[in-house]
């Protein structure tokens, strides 16, 4: 009961959360809790039931900071305010740090991009009188 107390709720958000295996949690545990036992609490604890339900609710949300940044995107081109712009860059920097998202040209071919090119947001500078 003592190893369930201590190491249970770390296994279970490294198993649901982190999506590790278990011979990989026994090893970040120091083998202080077998394979089976962590089987045993995956089991009772429906761990691959609530791996699912955190997969698709962070798709879900992944989703969301998309569809977002195509917004403030297209209302950046179309208005060009330095509010709209500053929406469009949070967006953007929300998309990026969520999951490692490439925007930036250099980290892109050219069929992955699909946001602003370089000339509109040069054009954009120019409209704004950034330049």
Same mark, same amino acid.
């Given at each position: !009961?003592?190893?369930?107390a /201590?190491?249970?709720?770390? &296994?279970?958000? *490294?198993?649901?959360?982190e999506g590790?295996?278990?011979?990989?949690?026994?090893? $970040?545990? %120091?083998?202080?809790?077998?394979?089976?036992?962590?089987?045993?609490?995956k089991?009772?604890?429906?761990?691959?039931?609530?791996?699912?339900?955190? *997969?698709?609710? +962070?798709?879900? !949300?992944?989703?969301? $900071? #998309?569809? #977002?940044?195509?917004? +403030? #995107?297209?209302?950046?081109?179309?208005?060009?305010?330095?509010?709209? $712009?500053?929406?469009m860059?949070? &967006? /953007?920097?929300?998309?990026?740090?969520?999951? %490692?998202?490439k925007? *930036?040209?250099?980290?892109?071919?050219?069929?992955?991009?699909?946001? *602003? +090119?370089?000339d &509109?947001v040069?054009? /954009?500078?120019?409209?704004? %009188?950034?330049?």
């Amino acid at each position: !009961m003592a190893k369930l107390a /201590i190491y249970n709720d770390e &296994a279970k958000r *490294l198993y649901v959360q982190e999506g590790l295996s278990l011979d990989a949690i026994v090893g $970040i545990l %120091g083998g202080k809790v077998s394979r089976k036992t962590l089987y045993n609490w995956k089991i009772a604890g429906q761990w691959d039931e609530k791996r699912r339900e955190y *997969l698709n609710q +962070t798709k879900d !949300m992944y989703e969301e $900071i #998309i569809e #977002i940044a195509r917004l +403030t #995107i297209k209302e950046a081109k179309a208005n060009p305010t330095p509010h709209n $712009i500053y929406a469009m860059s949070k &967006a /953007i920097a929300a998309l990026k740090q969520y999951q %490692g998202v490439k925007v *930036l040209e250099d980290e892109t071919t050219p069929k992955e991009r699909k946001g *602003l +090119t370089e000339d &509109a947001v040069k054009e /954009i500078e120019t409209e704004l %009188g950034l330049l």
